[in-house]
């Protein structure tokens, strides 16, 4: 079971996958130009909305060109414990881990290994466990014979 102490921690987990989304591209960090004097600012995208600089150190505020974008691959996935039953999402980065979930057998349970966050809703006080997945792999024995 995941706890409020967990947060910001590495945890393994056995489980299997009740719900696999299709994967996707992030931005991980943008980099601007002012169109003013011509400044190179870069800004990490931490959050859901894509965010721009708020100011030049020329003074200019706004207007500024995107010049380049870093991407990465992910997936969301949702994992139902096999301790609890409980069902937390997952965030999965990297091509080669969202390979390598994809080539794992569905009817078998798994040892998830990821850091727990929080994540809340925008201006709510109730959030959810979400999990960032840093690796996974089959878990052959204890798999039960209704899911074999």
Do not use: H, W
Request: aromatic share 8%; hydrophobic share 30%; proline share 3%.
């Amino acid at each position: 079971m995941i706890l409020k102490e967990d947060i910001g921690k590495e945890k393994e987990i056995i489980c299997n996958i009740s719900k696999l989304g299709k994967p996707y591209i992030k931005v991980k960090s943008a980099k601007f130009e002012c169109p003013s004097c011509g400044t190179v600012m870069s800004v990490i995208q931490l959050e859901k909305k894509f965010r721009e600089p708020k100011r030049c150190s020329c003074g200019r505020r706004g207007g500024f060109k995107v010049i380049s974008k870093e991407l990465i691959e992910a997936q969301e996935l949702k994992i139902c414990e096999k301790e609890t039953d409980f069902e937390y999402k997952v965030y999965v980065v990297g091509l080669e881990l969202i390979d390598k979930i994809k080539a794992l057998d569905p009817n078998r349970y798994l040892k998830l290994t990821g850091e727990i966050q929080d994540e809340y809703k925008k201006d709510s006080t109730q959030g959810e466990f979400i999990i960032l997945c840093s690796n996974v792999e089959c878990k052959e024995e204890d798999t039960p014979a209704f899911l074999r």
